[in-house]
């Protein structure tokens, strides 16, 4: 079993920070790749970062230069750093995983998602 948890959201003013952490536990071969996702109200669920097992990262065009992914392996954790917060990226927030795990199967999980309200 493999179990994923969030932390981290909560409400901001506008030009504010957060951070996000989302903990991957269980019966984990290796993680491949790692990311962050947003869905507003009325809206789909939107890639906002990601990074893969080499390091590599990428970004939605609106969070560039604001946001920051970074991962920490020996803790099995993905965080995201969310700096200059404006109202528009009020969403809820979650974690998706791609991950082997003891079977040798690649696996896709999510977390439970946490709110991030941006507001004065």
């Known amino acids: 079993q493999v179990q994923v948890v969030e932390s981290g959201g909560g409400l901001v003013q506008p030009g504010g920070s957060l951070r996000l952490s989302c903990v991957v536990s269980g019966r984990i071969f290796s993680i491949n790749a790692m990311g962050w996702y947003r869905q507003a109200p009325g809206n789909q669920r939107e890639l906002v970062a990601a990074t893969n097992s080499g390091g590599m990262t990428n970004y939605a065009d609106s969070v560039k230069g604001r946001f920051t992914i970074s991962r920490d392996n020996a803790k099995n954790t993905v965080y995201l750093q969310m700096n200059s917060l404006k109202p528009e990226d009020t969403a809820v927030y979650y974690c998706?995983?791609?991950?082997?795990?003891?079977?040798?199967?690649?696996?896709?999980?999510w977390g439970q998602g946490t709110q991030v309200t941006v507001s004065s």
């Open positions: 998706n995983l791609k991950l082997f795990e003891l079977d040798y199967v690649l696996r896709d999980y």
